[in-house]
């Protein structure tokens, strides 16, 4: 499978709250409004907008980044799950096997004796 996958979102997963809390934009939402008084006005009520908006997309994103933070973790877990299963099949495979070749060499050394 993707063995690269866990450790590389294990690196990543950490620095997410930093990348959103550094990523919060400055400006936000922007609409026209005919009704503003100068040109300044809505200037600043379209930054305002544009400001909102973005904050809003970024706790958004951050909620987005928990929940892959807990999809991961549960992954992980799977992974840990399947990684046991795995070994325990091998270390059966490996005993049938060495069970198969005694009996074998049993049977030949009793048809030969």
């Known amino acids: 499978m993707y063995s690269w996958l866990v ?35 809505l200037l600043q009520q379209q930054i305002n907008e544009l400001q909102d908006v973005a904050s809003q997309n970024a706790i958004r994103i951050k909620d987005l980044a928990e929940q892959l933070q807990q999809m991961v973790m549960t992954l992980e877990q799977g992974v840990i799950a399947n990684e046991r299963r795995y070994r325990r099949m091998s270390l059966l495979s ?9 009996a074998l060499g049993l049977w030949c050394w009793g048809q030969f004796i």
Do not use: C, Y
């Open 7 to 41: 450790p590389a979102v294990k690196a990543i997963l950490p620095h997410v709250g930093t990348i959103i809390d550094a990523a919060l934009p400055v400006f936000k939402k922007r609409k026209v409004d005919e009704n503003a008084p100068t040109q300044e006005a």
């Open 94 to 102: 490996w005993m049938a096997i060495a069970l198969s070749l005694t």
